[in-house]
């Protein structure tokens, strides 16, 4: 026996007892040896004497391996196996088909079949013993696999469960505050009076931070929503430079609270090519964006927003000042991305954006700035890709369908 031959391990294979084999041969005394090669073996052996019996056992109760003698009618072994191989219950179950001729020409129309090995007169018992117990370990591999992506797939159905009843919760207990902001508000001390001016700038720094609370609870349940395909994009016509204003508008209140300074740069007259895109999610993604800037607050100077046409697309760019961007910047659009060696996150904001700018054809990306700084790019349209190959192919962002 080879070392390690029919070496089990509880986290890798079942233990020999609880392997089950079908057998497949025209007839019992056909089968015999077969049977008892497995069974010399400790594996359990269910037997069938023709290929449609084999078949229908093969779907019932899939077994961890096959041995399929190719004399079995009515259609032979050969068939039998291709069969089997290409119906997806049976599709990774191990076969073994045994041929009586050692010609090369029936060894390569087995193997065509399907088939993970091929046995002939001339294989010696140590050879049929290895090449046995080599294709349970991989089916038996094959199997915790399987398990395991059940076992994942239950979690993040009963996660996702759990933060969308938790968002609901959240959402609902950000909107009553809210509200008591709002009905506090009402008893503002009068005109003149030195603590109006306090009170109401206590007042506007509640509703900012229950804006961006807000924003942050949407930015979750939108990307939960798009990992389960379940994000509805509609479409209408704007251009960047309105979503811009708005942004700078709507988000000016938290940069002041961050102590930055957001500036708005003009969009050029003429090159601000309107857009068909979900407004309200382009619109995230700009804040996300632009929040990024923010809380990063590393220079005084103040942050820029920007927007162009480019060739078929609209371009946005978030200038930031002070420290260029060094590391590898793709890392910072992956979901939860350290943001340094510090175990300090970006979250899901820029995943969210860059996950946006793909369902638009686009894509988001970093740009160095001289003589200091970086910039966040998102570009909607068709030439996304070509713009930043443009620029040397430069920690290109890799696609897939819909996201990356």
Known sequence: MLPDERTTHSTTLALPTDVEALVAAPGRGVAKALV???????INVQTATDTDGAFEEALLHPPDIILIDDRI?????????????????????PVIVFVLNDLRHFRLRATAAGADAVFTPTTDAQERRTRLWALLRTRALFRQMERKQRTQGTEIVDRRRWLNLFLQDLQGSVAALQ???DFIARFAPPHGDPRRDDFQDSVEDARSLFDLLMLNVRTVADFERNEGGQLVVSESTFTLAEVAREVHRDISRQAALAGRKLALGPASKGTDRFVVADRELVKRAVMNLVLHAVLRGQSAEAITLRTQSVGSGARLTVSMPGEPLRLDWRSMFEPYA?????????????????????????????????????????QIGDDAVAAVADRGGAG????????E
């Open 36 to 42: 008892a090669f497995l069974r010399s073996q400790n």
């Open 73 to 93: 009618l009515p259609t032979g072994g050969i068939d039998l196996c291709q069969r089997l191989k290409a119906n997806v219950r049976t599709h990774f179950v």
């Open 179 to 181: 509200s008591d902001v």
């Open 338 to 378: 350290p943001a340094s060696a510090a175990s300090v996150g970006y979250g899901l904001g820029l995943a969210m954006a860059r996950t946006i700018a793909e369902l638009h054809h686009g894509r988001v990306w970093v740009e160095q700035e001289p003589p200091s700084g970086s910039a966040l790019v998102l």
């Open 396 to 403: 290109m962002p890799s696609s897939r369908a819909g996201r």
